[in-house]
């Protein structure tokens, strides 16, 4: 019997890998080509579809490809279309999936980012074998994946799962969204940053930070100084932890998960924003809720998780 | 054929309500006995299933008797008991679906109160047709039952669906849990009670509320209030309708429903309810979701909704 393989792919605003990949999340591929490179879809995608049907020639028929999972900025799982992605060239409404499907003759199915991480999380990751969980990336911005008895939670139109644009301060930071207070204003490798300039400027401690260019601040720097004790950074990682713990506890009355997954480049900070975050959880759960959810790192190899995670709806919605 | 009919029971603290209802939501008999009556459950279950039987004989097997459906506070409809419900005079855990079996041979759900308020919109109501919408129930304290793709959210322990204790504000004002800030202190009608009491605190200005005892005062009082004009009434509807509006858009983030039903005593005040807390909802809504989420008032008749709640269950998880 040929072995059974998806293609996952990952749209990101510069880059675009792909890979194949087996129901395990072994990889027997993975390569990228620039996203930005062409103006247009349609060349971008005779481009990418070009290399995976060569891939396809070059593996001389000795696996099966089931189908292809695309994870994408604004992808709609249930249109298959990509829907004013802000960080994309393409603009509009883009019907990525019909796109595709007509070069490759393979069926194809289309989420967002995040989602793709929770698909990732659930077949080959921290959460398999559960059926309520949530992911949340930290990233850039908050993204987030919630799976409610095995299932995305997709809402009426497609978008559900937008925790990143809940609110913590009605009032609080202008958020790129539009609107003000928003939890990706202080819960994210941007918020942290905004969190320790605000540090910098208003308090009078000395830190190993004040010696960066405050423009060229990251959120890494503000992770290396805390590990070496710097105590504003380690305040600052206090101060985002209890921003995310307060919405996850919201996050936790709402759909009672067996774990919160917290993925992405802030949480690769571990202990320094893993232990605040819990702690302010388990503060504002209620008594029902405490100490039974678990607070878990990604369970996906970090260099391959976009890819993992595209590829792991084939399994899901096409192979099932 | 028989008339098929579910037996719908609804158990407060004080009375318990029981109905004969068929799929349509058409009552063929609805009666009551008292709670508190007696101490223990099970001289209350015998009460209870000796009038149901009773009910049965007279009618005289003129109709199919699908299942018993029965909402309760703390009911958890994964393990069928009720879970140390603070306003019942049974405590610690009460197995009641499976002593209500073994009285009355017939299969038997139990939800809580404000998820049998969401089977009853979705069989019967507002949300008949609907696969993702929210039911919010705004009485003494606020619950909600939100449903996703046509399925109630139980969560891993059964008990998702606690809005009434996301939080307003982290050092906000106590709740009868042990947390602060939580938002049924300020949606319910005993918040607006609360925020109408500080008001008259805290203002100089004239209000018919200011001739009614403090400890007296309650959320009718204040809808009367409002519908005469009072300011004040007017400001603390306002107010309340903000603190539900911002915590309804969080929910729209989470699981981006088709319509929210706002259900209960406090829902009854109409537009002085709906109006603000559908202004500040479309406020802090991300742009995606904008003048897309109905708010509704609820599709039962308020004198039959408990015991169509509970009887709905039936026609979903037992019939099928």
Request: charge should be neutral; include cysteine.
């Amino acid at each position: 019997m040929k072995k059974e393989i998806a293609i996952g792919i990952d749209i990101g605003g510069t880059n675009t890998e792909y890979g194949f990949v087996d129901n395990k999340g072994k990889f027997y591929f993975k390569k990228n080509i620039r996203t930005d490179e062409t103006d247009d879809v349609e060349s971008y995608l005779d481009i990418l579809c070009a290399k995976l049907k060569q891939t396809i020639i070059d593996i001389n028929g000795g696996y099966e490809i089931k189908g292809i999972g695309v994870g994408a900025p604004n992808g709609n799982f249930f249109t298959g279309k990509i829907e004013f992605a802000p960080n994309l060239k393409w603009k509009g409404v883009i019907p990525l999936v019909k796109l595709i499907e007509e070069r490759m003759q393979i069926p194809t199915v289309l989420t967002n980012d995040a989602n793709a991480a929770a698909y990732g999380e659930m077949i080959y990751g921290a959460a398999k074998g559960m059926k309520d969980f949530i992911v949340i990336t930290l990233g850039t911005g908050l993204g987030s994946g919630i799976v409610v008895n095995g299932q995305m939670v997709y809402g009426h139109d497609g978008f559900a799962g937008e925790l990143g644009h809940t609110v913590v301060y009605p009032d609080g930071r202008q958020c790129g969204c539009g609107k003000k207070g928003c939890l990706e204003t202080y819960a994210s490798a941007t918020g942290i940053v905004r969190t320790m300039l605000e540090m910098l400027d208003n308090r009078q401690e000395e830190s190993v930070l004040r010696n960066i260019e405050k423009t060229k601040l990251t959120s890494k720097d503000i992770f290396l100084a805390a590990k070496e004790g710097d105590k504003l950074a380690l305040e600052a990682f206090d101060i985002t932890g209890r921003y995310l713990g307060i919405k996850l506890a919201d996050a936790v009355a709402f759909s009672s998960p067996e774990a919160i997954i917290l993925f992405g480049g802030l949480a690769r900070a571990g202990e320094y924003i893993f232990n605040p975050a819990k702690k302010y959880m388990e503060e504002f759960l209620l008594p029902i809720f405490k100490n039974k959810v678990a607070l878990l790192p990604s369970g996906l190899d970090k260099d391959n998780a976009a890819v993992l995670g595209a590829a792991a709806m084939v399994w899901k919605h096409i192979v099932k």
